[in-house]
């Protein structure tokens, strides 16, 4: 299957790099129609992959045939890598919704481009610059509702449903969902939103005026569960009558945190990943090789030169030690580390549905020779990016769900990768035996496997409420506090753990000492680098008052090693390793609080 896959996607990348598209006709025109749209209420999650809609119109009577890319803007500069929409086909005077998957380490202009694809670039016939999106704080809710349909509240964004996002990655701030009416949606959309619900999403379904709820398909069955209020996997749904209407969306105000560390999970990462595999080059010895080098030029040559007083014998020596020396430093620099290309990457995973999980996985590709490299990960359906801000990258990303990257990467450096979206695989499951809550203090935990499964090995478990922290273990096949049957005998405070030593990454370079940071214990600092980005922690502050802990709700979080589910292509490497934190959200039963 994954062959299968790799193969689909190598021809899609390579019909598009070098393979030139027919030339739009040059009376055809196109254009951009109303306002490109951010997300499902205008906003942008920084550091996150995010969601852009954009209405393009054929202008012309004749077709227009091309590829849309769509680029991050710093300043004037292009940074990342564009997000290309390959095979563009509208007709004469129609009209098509485009929907990019962009990655964003900040709020930042971007830029969209069309025309006629040449050896992998958009031959450009004309832009349209997209201004910076609101970034603010808060969470989402919106009402779907039909085509050219009207909202039924005053207070809640509306969104079609129709243009209802594929991929679930870019709903990572969406809390509630309002609807009263079934969407008419494709299996890609019905997939992303009940991705979304059995994450920790909350539908609210409202009545019609006669008291009638809608009636799902066999796709969306489990919001037909009759109850109130039920739970979906880690999510809910409601259901309110005909005049139920939701109290205004009030957006918090951007804090002010007297902790001047905010919290920049893609730099803290990358900056250990890289260290991993920082080549061990032999500084003295080439420092050696320089003086020598700038000696024997000068004043060696110029010697040689009064000396001999024939040009062609100093202009013969300059060239020979100019070789010399070049094929001297060529092989001295090109040392690198074990001589073997290799990927490093760490993965946060959500549960979904059973056998999908939301992921968002960390990659740092190092090579020993410099090439075009194609990046997919045949088990995974994900968008990607490079995750750099401040400079262009050549290469291009195809936007899901193809999704894929292909980009040039020199002998001997690193490309860091970050990709986002749905991984099929069964994963590391669980069942809640026992879950007891008391005067706001956890007090008993016991977890079991998923049916026909058994935990790993090297697992490593965690259970956060609120500010407090419980280790996991795993005895007599039951994973519970440590040293305890499941009553919970320990609880550290959440700072001990993710603080400024584990998340901080404004000095990169000390993890450059291989023998105060082996390989294995660079990738262990990333754990709680994830878990904070999970837990939604921005500034080390808000652990000290706790206001973004759900006091109704208890964060799982099971490590263990990186399985070929998460593999990129095995054309690229096959020493790849690293580890999967999967995160479970349990709610507590209302008799246990």
């Not at 005049?243 to 920049?264: M, S």
């Not at 070049?326 to 290799?342: A, D, M, N």
């Not at 002998?411 to 590391?428: C, E, K, M, W, Y």
């Amino acid at each position: 299957m994954w062959k299968y896959f790799t193969a689909r996607a190598f021809w899609i990348l390579l019909f598009a790099t070098f393979v030139q598209v027919a030339a739009t006709p040059l009376h055809a025109e196109l254009q951009v129609e109303g306002k490109p749209k951010w997300g499902l209420d205008g906003r942008v999650t920084p550091q996150h992959f995010n969601l852009l809609t954009v209405r393009v119109f054929n202008n012309s009577e004749e077709p227009w045939q091309g590829a849309v890319s769509l680029t991050p803007i710093l300043g004037f500069q292009p940074v990342d890598v564009p997000v290309l929409q390959p095979d563009l086909y509208i007709e004469p005077y129609g009209n098509r919704d485009l929907q990019f998957v962009i990655y964003l380490q900040s709020a930042s202009d971007t830029r969209l481009e069309w025309g006629p694809l040449i050896r992998g670039r958009v031959l450009a016939e004309d832009s349209y610059k997209i201004d910076e999106p609101d970034d603010s704080p808060g969470s989402v809710a919106v009402e779907l509702i039909r085509p050219e349909g009207r909202s039924k509240f005053q207070s809640v964004p509306a969104f079609a449903e129709d243009l209802f996002p594929t991929n679930p990655i870019v709903l990572n701030k969406l809390t509630r969902v309002y609807l009263d009416h079934t969407p008419r949606w494709q299996e890609p959309q019905i997939q992303a939103f009940r991705d979304w619900l059995f994450a920790g999403g909350t539908v609210s379904l409202i009545a019609d005026n006669v008291g009638e709820y809608p009636e799902f398909p066999a796709s969306l069955s489990e919001l037909n569960e009759p109850s109130d209020q039920f739970g979906v996997g880690s999510g809910v749904v409601e259901r309110h009558s005909s005049t139920y209407q939701p109290a205004p969306i009030t957006r918090p105000e951007e804090q002010q945190f007297e902790n001047y560390l905010n919290l920049d999970p893609n730099r803290t990462i990358f900056s250990r990943l890289r260290a991993i595999t920082t080549p061990e080059h032999n500084w003295p010895l080439i420092y050696t090789m320089a003086t020598v080098y700038l000696l024997l030029l000068f004043p060696g040559c110029w010697l040689i030169g009064r000396k001999q007083g024939d040009y062609r014998m100093t202009y013969g020596v300059i060239l020979a030690t100019v070789t010399l020396f070049s094929f001297g430093f060529h092989s001295v620099g090109k040392r690198g580390y074990g001589e073997e290309t290799s990927i490093h990457s760490v993965v946060l995973a959500q549960a979904g549905p059973p056998g999908r999980w939301i992921v968002k996985q960390w990659s740092n590709l190092f090579v020993t020779s410099g090439s075009q490299y194609l990046i997919v990960h045949p088990k995974l359906n994900v968008a990607y990016s490079s995750g750099q801000s401040d400079e262009r990258i050549p290469g291009q990303v195809l936007n899901p769900p193809n999704g894929l990257m292909m980009t040039e990467v020199p002998a001997f450096s690193n490309r860091t990768i970050i990709d986002g979206g749905v991984a099929q695989t069964v994963g590391l499951p669980i069942q809640v035996d026992q879950l007891q809550v008391e005067n706001e203090d956890l007090k008993v935990i016991r977890l079991l496997p998923a049916s026909g499964q058994q935990w790993p090995e090297d697992l490593v478990g965690y259970a956060i409420y609120r500010n407090d922290l419980i280790q996991l273990s795993v005895s007599e096949g039951v994973l519970a506090p440590t040293g305890s049957t499941g009553d919970v005998l320990q609880l550290r405070p959440l700072q001990s753990f993710i603080n400024e030593a584990s998340v901080n990454a404004y000095n990169a370079y000390q993890y450059r000492n291989q023998e105060e940071n082996p390989p294995s214990k660079l990738l262990d600092m990333n754990e709680w680098t994830l878990i904070a980005e999970d837990l939604g922690v921005e500034n080390l502050d808000e652990l000290v008052n706790g206001t973004i802990f759900a006091p109704d709700k208890v964060h799982v979080y099971l490590r263990t090693s990186l399985s070929d589910d998460f593999f990129a292509g095995e054309q690229i490497s096959p020493q790849q390793n690293g580890f999967v934190i999967y995160s479970h959200l349990l709610h507590i039963p209302p008799r246990s609080q």
